[in-house]
């Protein structure tokens, strides 16, 4: 299913008869996940007329409660978590105001926290971590907007079902 989710975005964005290619942009972004917080930097950059490439990286700062967490696998508190690799391109642009598109592949390496049930005497959560030190990887598909030279990012990740939001900076005037 990943994978027919991958093919009908891309081709939607790049078939789509208004969609212009993005500009270089610039963006700090973060995540957050139960006992994690996913800092990164994304950026964009016009390939052809009708195409922009979209690259980014992050990596994770982790402060699990050991009590609340049957496994830990990523013993660090830091290091690299995930990678992406995707397209962009303008589907509104109107004097100081732009709208867009970003889809891409995105590959992760780090912990995925995730709930195995409730501890009744105790009144939470308790947690595991599901990456046992696995690949895993996944489309992502994000929407960006910009004003003047002010960009806001928010991306939806489907390998993690979780959000990604960013600001940024617009670097060319036209």
Partial sequence: MRGINNILVICILLIAPGVKAG????????????????????ACY???????INLG??????????SCITNITHNAPFGFFNANLGFSGY????????????????????????????????GYYIYYDASSLQIDYGLDLGIYYIYKKVSLLCKWDFARNRIRVG???????D
Avoid: C
């Fill in 23 to 42: 500009e270089p942009l610039g963006w700090v972004t973060s995540g957050y996940s139960k006992y994690m917080v996913t800092p990164g930097i994304e």
């Fill in 46 to 52: 016009l390939f052809r007329p009708q195409l922009g």
């Fill in 57 to 66: 990286i992050s990596t994770y700062l982790q402060y699990p409660d050991h």
């Fill in 91 to 122: 589907f509104l642009k109107l004097d100081n105001h732009r709208a867009g598109l970003i889809t891409g592949f995105r590959i992760y390496y780090g912990p995925d926290y995730r709930k195995l049930r409730y501890y009744d005497e105790g």
């Fill in 167 to 173: 600001i940024g900076y617009r670097f060319n005037s």
